[in-house]
């Protein structure tokens, strides 16, 4: 009789323990324990991460409830040996179990990078690198030596015309290699059949095109005279004339903040002096977005060659097809600039 009775209470006790471990396993594998009652956010893991460092972030900045019940888990699914680098998206009362398959698959959360209103490839590097786990230096140590070995015949000035301005979507843990390849890809697949032939119409190539759309791109204030300027640089060239586009002139003097272009700054010594040398400088001055690429490909035809701004300061230019035509515009500009700066000493004084 008591041999039974404690075998019964080894059994009840037994029981106890099989529940209460069964239901502790379901709540590390089914109920939730990621974000429990928070808003979604995203998880950075860096490359060569290992699972101690994955664990104390997820404890430092709260994104579990129990790390015990995740830590088992985690083990049990092998993701302490698996760790992917990237960037993920932990969604509010996940469960451990779907935050882990979600992290050993490598499921990530794509991120945008954006770059546009950019002169420099410094400043494309900080563009480039904003949304990345990537540093803008490793990205202009990898674009060097791109521009040294490619089999494309780029240098290091030309490469960048394989950048074109635009949002595109890529993984924070993205490589050097692959970001500068992903942006090779979406050129050739700018450069259709359609633009393409429009280059060769022009007996320009698409690397020429784009150098001469960032001039477009630094003259036109307005973007729809943007085929009209086109048109008046495409002239000069045709006619083997100096392109003398002020914007060459700002970029080789390597002050950007420059307003107006004096006699002396036409005597600096750079290829990109379009005063000095024919011809279109050896690269960008500035990364020409898509609708300045489109002005030149799709320009207005008419004979203009000469170009000022117009006196009511609208952005807009007055053009002329003679010298005689372009001096009368410049004089009208002038004297309009004179009586704004007239003005404006007046009520400074005031």
Not at 275 to 285: H, S, T, V
Request: hydrophobic letters at 40%; charged letters at 25%; one cysteine or more.
């Amino acid at each position: 009789m008591k041999k039974r009775i404690i075998f019964a209470i080894f059994l009840v006790a037994c029981t106890a323990l099989l529940t209460t471990f069964s239901f502790y396993g379901y709540q590390m594998i089914k109920t939730p324990n990621i974000l429990v009652d928070k808003n979604d956010r995203i998880l950075l893991i860096p490359e060569g991460s290992d699972f101690n460092s994955v664990r104390d972030t997820l404890f430092k900045y709260h994104y579990v409830h129990d790390m015990v019940s995740f830590s088992f888990i985690a083990k049990l699914m092998d993701y302490d040996v698996s760790v992917k680098p990237g960037r993920y998206r932990l969604n509010r009362n996940m469960s451990n179990i779907a935050a882990i398959r979600l992290l050993r698959a490598g499921i990530q959360e794509p991120t945008y990078i954006t770059f546009n209103n950019v002169r420099l490839k410094e400043d494309l590097a900080i563009r480039l690198t904003q949304n990345i786990e990537m540093t803008p230096a490793e990205f202009l140590s990898y674009l060097d030596i791109y521009g040294k070995e490619n089999k494309k015949g780029l240098d290091e000035n030309t490469i960048l015309c394989q950048f074109i301005p635009n949002t595109y979507e890529v993984y924070w843990n993205i490589s050097p290699d692959a970001l500068i390849r992903r942006m090779e890809e979406e050129y050739e697949q700018f450069w259709n059949e359609t633009r393409t032939g429009k280059a060769v119409a022009l007996s320009l190539t698409p690397v020429e095109v784009s150098i001469l759309a960032s001039i477009v791109q630094a003259e036109a204030r307005n973007i729809d005279e943007g085929p009209v300027i086109s048109g008046l640089y495409l002239n000069r060239l045709r006619k083997n004339m100096h392109l003398q586009a002020d914007p060459t002139l700002v970029y080789a003097s390597g002050d950007f903040t420059l307003k107006r272009i004096l006699n002396v700054h036409k005597k600096i010594e750079s290829p990109y002096n379009t005063y000095k040398y024919k011809g279109l400088p050896p690269g960008l001055i500035n990364f020409p977005e898509i609708w300045a690429i489109d002005a030149v490909l799709n320009y207005q035809q008419h004979n203009y060659i000469y170009m000022c701004a117009k006196e009511d300061f609208s952005g807009y230019h007055n053009f002329a097809t003679n010298l005689r035509d372009h001096n009368r515009n410049a004089e009208r500009y002038q004297r309009a600039l004179t009586i704004e700066q007239r003005k404006a000493r007046q009520s400074g004084s005031q």
